[in-house]
């Protein structure tokens, strides 16, 4: 269960009061979770490489509660490239390991992610598939959280990724 994307990556339009309530509901969220579904695996959101920091993204994850939650996941619905979501998944650990003592499994989306970012977020075109899903060490797994045909936005000008027809994977949806 991937909690709440895009809840920790951007604090840029709230202030602390309104931080310490979306910290304050995600820790809630998790403890719903325990103790309402125990044996599900919750993985907080913890963005992407190109949005914050490992040092800072550890801190928001300690402070929403990561403790409680399976782990942490990243680049949901995002471009990045697998070995940059890894590394950055790394960081985030190498943080949490030196700041607070654990660290957690991550998982990654790579639905778009074959051919990485251009820089563009909404819908850019030539994205294709990227590892496809699976167990890995690190890496927990490679997921995909969105069908691969759906757009992450709308947008007036560029139409919504469609997959690709060559790939054995994409005539299996």
Avoid at 35 to 48: E, K
């Amino acid at each position: 269960m991937l909690l709440e994307p895009d809840s920790l990556g951007d604090y840029g339009c709230m202030n602390q009061a309104q931080i310490a309530e979306r910290q304050g509901m995600l820790t809630g969220a998790l403890a719903q979770f325990s103790r309402q579904a125990p044996n599900t695996w919750v993985y907080l959101d913890a963005g992407n490489p190109g949005w914050t920091s490992a040092a800072t993204m550890a801190q928001r994850l300690h402070a929403a509660g990561l403790r409680q939650a399976h782990g942490f996941s990243l680049n949901i619905s995002n471009y990045f490239t697998t070995a940059e979501n890894s590394a950055y998944g790394k960081a985030v650990n190498s943080e949490l390991r030196a700041r607070y003592g654990s660290t957690k499994p991550f998982v990654v989306d790579t639905s778009r992610n074959g051919n990485g970012s251009n820089g563009q977020w909404c819908n850019p075109s030539g994205r294709r598939i990227g590892t496809p899903p699976g167990w890995a060490e690190a890496p927990r797994c490679f997921c995909g959280s969105r069908p691969r045909a759906s757009p992450t936005a709308t947008a007036a000008s560029e139409p919504a990724p469609r997959p690709d027809s060559s790939s054995p994977r994409s005539r299996t949806r």
